[in-house]
């Protein structure tokens, strides 16, 4: 069994594309900070967990 049409790659238009170049300095602490914050918020929140898990088995 043939196939009519062969396969094209597909062609990313050029607006999507991001500047070349290395990411600007603003852009990787902006990435960071964030990153920061949700650990944290993940900790602060698994630590609650824990804590309240630990009072009501020790109840």
């Not at 990153?35 to 967990?49: E, K, Q």
Request: charged share 20%.
């Amino acid at each position: 069994m043939t196939r009519r049409h062969k396969y094209r790659p597909v062609r990313h238009h050029p607006r999507n594309r991001p500047p070349p170049g290395p990411p600007s300095v603003r852009e990787r602490l902006l990435r960071l900070l964030v990153f920061t914050l949700s650990a944290l918020i993940w900790f602060l929140l698994i630590a609650g967990v824990v804590q309240w898990w630990l009072e009501q088995a020790g109840s």
